[in-house]
Nanobody, 125 residues
Framework: QVQLVESGGGLVQAGGSLRLSCAAA????????MGWFRQAPGKERDFVAA????????YYADSVKGRFTLSRDNAKNTVYLQMNSLKPEDTAVYYC??????????????????WGQGTQVTISS
């Protein structure tokens, strides 16, 4: 079992930055691939970014590539999503997710077995 708790959401103006954190309650955090998804009102929950168990590999959705950076600190059981150059279309509830590591970095929602409760990110124009 993995319990995930997101934090760091809020309201910022377009062009600003936010850093989301996801703290995991598990003894085997370094064994999990971690991902972030987001869901805007009335839309599907979409993939944002994911990071391998070691942090050595990351994968981003095209819509955030070059603006968002995902990292992890296995000693602190935490992943960080640094979001820069934010746009109004980035407004959504952001969810952290975990999957026991495999050979590839998963990008589909149904590949992740553990989810946090979400944190709201609102970008004003």
């Amino acid at each position: 079992q993995v319990q995930l708790v997101e934090s760091g959401g809020g309201l910022v103006q377009a062009g600003g930055s936010l850093r989301l954190s996801c703290a995991a309650a598990t003894r085997t955090f370094s064994g999990y691939t971690m991902g972030w998804f987001r869901q805007a009102p009335g839309k599907e929950r979409d993939f944002v970014a994911a990071i391998s168990w070691s942090g050595g590999n990351t994968y981003y959705a095209d819509s955030v590539k070059g603006r968002f950076t995902l990292s992890r600190d296995n000693a602190k059981n935490t992943v960080y999503l640094q979001m820069n150059s934010l746009k109004p279309e980035d407004t959504a509830v952001y969810y952290c997710a975990a999957k026991w590591s495999g050979r590839t970095i998963p990008t589909r929602r149904n590949e992740y077995g553990y989810w946090g409760q979400g944190t709201q990110v609102t970008i004003s124009s």
